[in-house]
C-alpha cells in the first residue's frame, strides 16, 4: 500500500511559479507510476501529467503543455509538478495518484490518491 501527501499549493499571481510535492510512504515507490490530477469546483477531475516508474517518459495534457514538468525522485520517494506561467484557469485541487499499472490519464487507472494540495491564481 502506498499513503500520498501532497504540498506546495497556495495562491500564486498570474504568470508566477509554483512547485508541488508528493511525498509517498513505502519502499516500492519506484514500482508506480504517478500522476497529477486537478479538480476545479463544478468540473470533472482532469489528467494534468503522468510519469513512468523510472521517470524516463512524461505525459502532459495540452493545456499544460510546456508550462508544467513532472518528475520525480525515487530516492525520496517523491514526485514533483513544477508549474511555470500559471493562469487563472489553472486554479484548482491538485492531487497525486499512484498505480502499479502504466502511466494513464484516467483518474480509475490509479488505486492511490493523496489528499489534494489547493492551488490559486489570481490574475
Known amino acids: 500500500q502506498v499513503q500520498l501527501v501532497e504540498s506546495g499549493g497556495g495562491l500564486v499571481q498570474a504568470g508566477g511559479s509554483l512547485r508541488l510535492s508528493c511525498a509517498a510512504s513505502?519502499?516500492?515507490?519506484?514500482?508506480?507510476?504517478m500522476g497529477w490530477f486537478r479538480q476545479a469546483p463544478g468540473k470533472e477531475r482532469e489528467f494534468v501529467a503522468g510519469i513512468n516508474w523510472s521517470g524516463g517518459s512524461t505525459y502532459y495534457a495540452d493545456s499544460v503543455k510546456g508550462r508544467f514538468t513532472i518528475s520525480r525522485d525515487n530516492a525520496k520517494n517523491t514526485v514533483y509538478l513544477q508549474m511555470n506561467s500559471l493562469k487563472p484557469e489553472d486554479t484548482a485541487a491538485y492531487s497525486c495518484a499512484a498505480t502499479l499499472g502504466i502511466t494513464q490519464n484516467s483518474p480509475r487507472a490509479y488505486e492511490y490518491w493523496g489528499q489534494g494540495t489547493q492551488v490559486t491564481v489570481s490574475s
Open positions: 513505502g519502499r516500492t515507490f519506484r514500482n508506480y507510476a
